[in-house]
C-alpha cells in the first residue's frame, strides 16, 4: 500500500474515532438523563409522573424509528444552524449524535430497570431521598450493565459513521466506498475492515474487561 | 462477638424489660388493596425495648403492617404514631428525616452488591451526611459488633446467606435507630444460622434497649427472642399477648393452627385406638404453665387418690423464662375414684385440661 493510502487511512481513522468518540459522549450526557427519566416516571418507578414517562417515551421512540440515513438528511437544517455547515466530520457528529442519544437512552433504561426493586426499598427505608435512590442505588447499581450497553453504542456508531460518509463526513467507511468500491482499490477496502475489526475488538474486550471489574454481583 | 449457635427450645432468657413509653402505636389502621383488606382495624402499641413477633398465614397482611411502620405503606384509615409523633399524613419527604430513626431487615438482605459491606453498613449514615472518615470508623464498629470485623472490604456475593444478614443489620443499625423492623430477617437461612442471627438481635436488644417488631412464619423465632406476639387473620388482630402465654394457652382457633407444629401431639397411632366408649384408661391433654408444670402431678394424683397414671407423651420447655408444659397421661378409674374426680383434680391444676377419650387396652 502506497505512503498516500496509509495517510488517507490514518485520516480515515481519525475522523471515524473523533465521530464516534463526539457522539458517543453526547449518548452517554443526553441518554443516560434520559434512560433515567424514563425509568424514574415510569408508573411504580422512584417518582411516578405518567405524562412525562410517555412523552418523552414517544420521543425516544420516533427518533429511534427513522432510519439513520433519513435522519442523516432530514437534520440538514438543524446541523447548519449548529455548526455552521452541514458537511464534514464535524457536521455529522450532530446526526450521529441525535440517533445515538435515544438510542442509549433506551439500553440505558434496560440497564437501570433491572436493579432490583428490593435494594430501592431499603434505600428508602432507610430515609434515602428520591435523589439518594437515583445516586446510591439506581446508578451504582446498574454501572457494569450501563457500561456494556455504552459499548454496544459505541460499535454501532462505528458503524453509523460509515453513512455519515454520504455527507462527506469523511472516516473509514466513506474511504472503503470511495476507493475500494469506485476506485476497485480491493486492498483499501480490505485494510479498512481490518482497521474495523480491530476497532471493534479493542473496545469489546476493553468494555468487558471494564465491566469485570465494576461488577462484584458474583 | 462470639456468637453461639442457640438451641431451639431451650432458650430462657427474657427479652429486654418492656415498660417503658410506646415506641409504636396503631389505632384503627387499616389497608386495602383493591377490593382486598390487607389490614383490618389494626389497633396495637410496641414499648421501648419489646420484642414483637407479628405471625399470621401467609396473605394475613404481616409484611403490609410492618411496612405502614416505616410509611413504605400508607393506611387508607387510622392512625400510625412513631415515638408519639403521626406519620401516616407525612409526605414522602416529611418521612426521611423519620425513616432513619427505623432500621429494617429483609429476608433477602437487600444488600448493594457493588458496594463493599463497610459501604453498604456506612450509606444509612452517607444518607444522614455524616463524614466520611466518621462513617466508615462506624461502619467498622458495627462490623465488630456483628462479628465482621475482618470482612468490611467483602462485596456482598462474596459473603455467606448469614454473614450478608449481619450486613444487614449492621446496616440496620447504623443510623442509631430507636426501632428495628424485620420482615422475614431468617427464612432464607438455615437453622443453624437462624439461631446466630437470633441470638444477635436478642444480644441487641438486650444491650441497647432496642425496640424490635418482627414478621415471620417460624413460630421458633417468636419463641426464641419475642416477648410479645400479635397474631394477624385476614389484616385483623386475631390475638395478642405475651409469647409463654400465648404459645402455652392460645385463645383464637388461628393461634392454635399456627402453633400445633410447636406443640406434642398425641402420636398417631394411640390417637387412632382413642373411643368415647367409657372403660379402660382414660387419655388426658394437660396443658400447664409455670411452676404447676414443674410440679410432681402424677405423684400428687396417686397419694390424693391411690391410683397410678401413666405419663403417654409430652414435654416441658421453656418460653421467656416460664416453664410450658403438654402432657398427655392415661389414668385407670377405680370403683372409689370415678373419671369426674380426676378430671377435677387435673382441672385445678392444668390451665387446660381436656378428656380425649378412652383406651381399651393399655396402649
Ligand atoms: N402491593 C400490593 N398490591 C396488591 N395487593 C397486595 C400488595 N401487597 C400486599 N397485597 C395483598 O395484601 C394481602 C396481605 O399481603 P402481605 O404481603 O401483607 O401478607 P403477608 O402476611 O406478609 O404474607 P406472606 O407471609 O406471604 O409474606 C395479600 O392478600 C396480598 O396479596
Ligand atoms: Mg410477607
Not at chain 1, 442509549?104 to 428490593?118: F, K
Not at chain 2, 418482627?214 to 416477648?227: F, K, N, P, Q
Request: with cysteine.
Amino acid at each position: 500500500m502506497s505512503a498516500h493510502l496509509l495517510d488517507l487511512l490514518l485520516k480515515a481513522t481519525g475522523e471515524t474515532l473523533l465521530m464516534t468518540a463526539a457522539s458517543g459522549l453526547a449518548s452517554l450526557v443526553f441518554g443516560l438523563p434520559i434512560g433515567l427519566l424514563l425509568v424514574v416516571t415510569s408508573p411504580g418507578g422512584v417518582w411516578p409522573a405518567p405524562w412525562t414517562n410517555r412523552v418523552l417515551g414517544t420521543l425516544v421512540d420516533a427518533f429511534r424509528s427513522v432510519p439513520f440515513i433519513i435522519l442523516l438528511v432530514a437534520l440538514i437544517p438543524f446541523t447548519r444552524l449548529v455548526v455552521g455547515t452541514s458537511i464534514g466530520t464535524s457536521a455529522a457528529i450532530v446526526p450521529l449524535s441525535i440517533a445515538a442519544i435515544p438510542y442509549y437512552a433506551r439500553i440505558a433504561e434496560v440497564s437501570l430497570r433491572e436493579v432490583d426493586s428490593g435494594l430501592v426499598e431499603a434505600v428508602r427505608a432507610m430515609g434515602g431521598s428520591r435523589w439518594a435512590l437515583v445516586r446510591e442505588v439506581l446508578v451504582p447499581e446498574a454501572l457494569p450493565s450501563l457500561v456494556a450497553g455504552f459499548v454496544v453504542t459505541l460499535i454501532t456508531l462505528i458503524g453509523a459513521t460509515a453513512i455519515a460518509g454520504a455527507i462527506g463526513a469523511g472516516g473509514l467507511g466513506d474511504l472503503a466506498i470511495r476507493y475500494g468500491y469506485q476506485r476497485f482499490q480491493t486492498e483499501v477496502m480490505l485494510a479498512v475492515v481490518v482497521v474495523l475489526i480491530l476497532l471493534v475488538t479493542i473496545l469489546q474486550k476493553g468494555g468487558d474487561a471494564l465491566v469485570a471489574r465494576l461488577d462484584h454481583r458474583r | 462477638m462470639n456468637v453461639q449457635p442457640l438451641h431451639i427450645g431451650t432458650a430462657g432468657s427474657e427479652p429486654a424489660a418492656a415498660a417503658g413509653p410506646p415506641v409504636v402505636e396503631l389505632a384503627g389502621v387499616s389497608k386495602r388493596f383493591g377490593a382486598r383488606a390487607a389490614l383490618d382495624d389494626v389497633t396495637l402499641t410496641v414499648r421501648r425495648g419489646e420484642v414483637l413477633g407479628i405471625i399470621g398465614r401467609s396473605g394475613a397482611g404481616k409484611s403490609t403492617l410492618i411496612r405502614c411502620l416505616n410509611g413504605l405503606e400508607r393506611p387508607d384509615a387510622g392512625e400510625v404514631r412513631i415515638e408519639g409523633r403521626a406519620i401516616s399524613r407525612l409526605s414522602e419527604r416529611e418521612l426521611q428525616p423519620m425513616r432513619r430513626r427505623i432500621g429494617m431487615i429483609f429476608q433477602h438482605f437487600n444488600l448493594l452488591a457493588n458496594s463493599t459491606a463497610s459501604e453498604n453498613v456506612a450509606l444509612p449514615l452517607k444518607i444522614a451526611g455524616i463524614a466520611k472518615a466518621e462513617r466508615m470508623r462506624r461502619a467498622g464498629e458495627l462490623l465488630d459488633l456483628v462479628g465482621l470485623s475482618d470482612r468490611g472490604g467483602a462485596y456482598p456475593a462474596q459473603l455467606s446467606g448469614g454473614q450478608k444478614q449481619r450486613v444487614g443489620i449492621a446496616r440496620a443499625l447504623a443510623a442509631e435507630p430507636a426501632l428495628l423492623l424485620s420482615d422475614e430477617a431468617t427464612s432464607a437461612l438455615d437453622p443453624e444460622t437462624t439461631g446466630q442471627i437470633l441470638e444477635l438481635l436478642r444480644d441487641i436488644n438486650r444491650r441497647l434497649g432496642l425496640t424490635v417488631a418482627l414478621v415471620t412464619h417460624e413460630m421458633e423465632v417468636v419463641r426464641e427472642i419475642a416477648s410479645r406476639v400479635v397474631v394477624l387473620e385476614n389484616g385483623r388482630v386475631a390475638e395478642e399477648g405475651e409469647v409463654w402465654r400465648v404459645f402455652a394457652d392460645p385463645q383464637a382457633p388461628i393461634t392454635a393452627t399456627l402453633l400445633r407444629s410447636l406443640r406434642p401431639e398425641l402420636p398417631a397411632d394411640l390417637a387412632a385406638r382413642l373411643t368415647n366408649t367409657l372403660g379402660g384408661e382414660a387419655v388426658f391433654r394437660l396443658d400447664l404453665i409455670g411452676d404447676a408444670a414443674r410440679a410432681p402431678l402424677l405423684a400428687e394424683l396417686a397419694g390424693r387418690f391411690g391410683i397410678e397414671a401413666r405419663l403417654l407423651h409430652g414435654g416441658i420447655e421453656t418460653i421467656q423464662g416460664r416453664p410450658v408444659a403438654r402432657l398427655f397421661v392415661a389414668v385407670s378409674p377405680s370403683p372409689a375414684v370415678d373419671l369426674a374426680a380426676i378430671a377435677a383434680f387435673f382441672a385445678s391444676r392444668a390451665t387446660r385440661s381436656d378428656l380425649l377419650g378412652h383406651v381399651s387396652s393399655s396402649p
